[in-house]
């Protein structure tokens, strides 16, 4: 069975069972996921956030009071590239591809969306 924080109110009021579930799997409880939310990160950002935690070893405190956003998220963009990069997944299409059944998988502590595809 999915839990949905959104029964709980505010800041919860944007979640889906989905959302719930991403913080879960990063490994935040509700407590920590409020106090994420408290300095306004997004429903949306449990990956990022868990990369914030897990890479960068910053705690919401330190992202309150010292982190620039512009520049953490660009930073969190490259890395995610970086990692497909390192797994060798394309970032680019070839001009000879066509799609066949997609098989979408998210890499849980990356939060990056890999798609798997036939080439031709």
């Known amino acids: 069975m999915k839990t949905n924080w959104r029964t709980h109110g505010n800041p919860f009021l944007n979640f889906t069972e989905e959302l719930t579930q991403e913080w879960i799997l990063q490994g935040f409880s ?7 939310l408290g300095i306004g990160m997004q429903a949306t950002d449990a990956f990022y956030v868990g990369w914030l935690r897990d890479v960068k070893k910053k705690d919401s405190t330190w992202v ?18 970086e990692t497909l990069v390192n797994l060798n997944v394309p970032t680019n299409e070839p001009t000879n591809f066509s799609w066949k059944p997609i098989i ?15 080439y031709e």
């Not at 849980?108 to 798997?116: K, S, V």
């Open 104 to 118: 979408i998988t998210i890499f849980a502590g990356l939060g990056i969306y890999l798609i798997i595809r036939n």
């Open 64 to 81: 309150l009071n010292y982190g620039d956003s512009k520049t953490l998220r660009k930073e969190y963009k490259d890395w995610q590239l």
């Open 30 to 36: 509700q407590n920590q996921t409020q106090d994420w």
